[in-house]
């Protein structure tokens, strides 16, 4: 069992009621996204008055297996389950499923073969998704999440799954899926993974301080690297499924961490140069870019630290590619993080041209 302070996820409140606001097509594009997420192969489509009708299939160890499934737009009665099934017989199916977005007649009963999935079961599995984005509690599908999940674990799976597939979506304070049995949260494990990536594949140095110093006012990690033998770089990763805004409490504990570490590492000739924090994204309600400057430009007069944001799931992408690429330890060591971390907000853009330079 993890003991690790209390990360609250995102509380949306998003149940049946709410789920029964969302017109047809935005359920079955979620529905859809979440399926796919799921790895099935997509045999067929229909689109009927009252439902949408899928065919699926999967692997299951050395076998094929195809599943009817079907969204309803109305409410599931009896007759609904007892036609599925009579279908799975006629196209030798093995199974059937109806998701109930609209709510299922509380007398219709299931078949060994045949299951319903009720509003209640389809909102909590929108509501944990990280595929979706939410404006004003209303969730829609968020499209480029779904081509980094798709793209990213196959292209990550001979390199390090668990740590790069995992990032964007812990990053966005949610546990991948194949993680939720576990107790533990996303925070903590977003810091452990990330410092994994940046140390055993970017090819940074460091401390993690994490959990091993709970309650101190130090920061998630210290980087070195080898270009900058007298630069160190504070690392803090933020869970945020809406996106990191830093307000001026977290420039106040930042500057704490700073003048807590700095006698320590200035034994060793270092200093701190950069505050690099990352998240899911980065928001903030007026004006970004704005925002940023000025945060820089107080976080580096109180502690002479440049601020630098950097995007999960594009630090993800720059770990895969180092990887898949097969660069080198030595060019990998020999980037010059601080042209990069300068930038203040790295893109992915600026990544893939670090790329190119040692490819």
């Known amino acids: 069992m993890a003991t690790t302070r209390k990360v609250t996820r995102a509380q949306r409140n998003f149940g049946s009621d709410e789920l029964a606001k969302l017109g047809r097509n935005d359920v079955r594009e979620i529905c859809h996204a979440l399926l796919m997420a799921q790895a099935f192969t997509f045999e067929g489509?229909?689109?009927?008055?009252?439902?949408?009708?899928?065919?699926?299939?999967?692997?299951?160890?050395?076998?094929?297996?195809?599943?009817?499934?079907?969204?309803?737009?109305?409410?599931?009665?009896?007759?609904?389950?007892?036609?599925l099934r009579s279908l799975l017989e006629d196209e030798a199916a093995g199974d059937g499923l109806i998701l109930c977005p609209r709510g299922v007649d509380a007398r219709a009963l299931s078949y060994p073969n045949v299951s319903l999935v009720s509003a209640t079961d389809i909102a909590r599995e929108i509501e944990r998704s990280t595929l979706v984005y939410w404006t004003d509690g209303t969730p829609s599908l968020a499209r480029s999440r779904l081509q980094h999940l798709l793209a990213l674990p196959e292209m990550a799976r001979l390199v390090d799954p668990a740590g790069i597939a995992w990032l964007p979506a812990l990053a966005l304070n949610e546990l991948p899926s194949d993680l939720n049995d576990l107790d533990v949260e996303p925070q903590d494990l977003l810091e452990r993974k990330t410092f994994r990536i940046l140390t055993g594949i970017v090819g940074f140095g460091g401390v993690r301080y994490g959990e091993s110093r709970r309650g101190e006012r130090v920061p998630d990690a210290v980087l070195?690297?080898?270009?900058?033998?007298?630069?160190?770089?504070?690392?803090?990763?933020?869970?945020?499924?809406?996106?990191?805004?830093m307000i001026a409490d977290h420039l106040l504990r930042f500057e704490e961490y700073h003048d807590s570490l700095s006698p320590e590492w200035a034994t060793q000739g270092r200093s701190f140069?950069?505050?690099?924090?990352?998240?899911?994204?980065?928001?903030?309600?007026?004006?970004?870019?704005?925002?940023?400057?000025?945060?820089?430009?107080?976080?580096?007069?109180?502690?002479?630290?440049?601020?630098?944001?950097?995007?999960?799931?594009?630090?993800a992408w720059f770990a895969n590619s180092l990887e898949s690429r097969d660069v080198s330890l030595d060019k990998r060591a020999g980037i010059d993080w601080s042209q990069v971390l300068d930038q203040g907000i790295v893109t992915a853009a600026s990544l893939d041209e670090v790329i190119e330079g040692v490819s």
């Open 45 to 83: 489509f229909r689109s009927f008055p009252d439902y949408d009708e899928y065919v699926l299939v999967s692997k299951r160890m050395w076998r094929m297996s195809r599943t009817i499934l079907r969204i309803y737009d109305r409410a599931v009665d009896q007759a609904d389950v007892d036609e």
């Open 224 to 245: 070195t690297y080898p270009a900058g033998p007298e630069a160190v770089v504070m690392l803090d990763c933020k869970a945020a499924s809406s996106g990191y805004h």
């Open 273 to 315: 140069t950069h505050l690099l924090i990352v998240s899911s994204h980065f928001s903030d309600p007026k004006d970004d870019r704005r925002a940023f400057l000025g945060r820089s430009a107080e976080l580096q007069e109180r502690t002479g630290m440049r601020l630098t944001y950097l995007c999960a799931a594009d630090l």
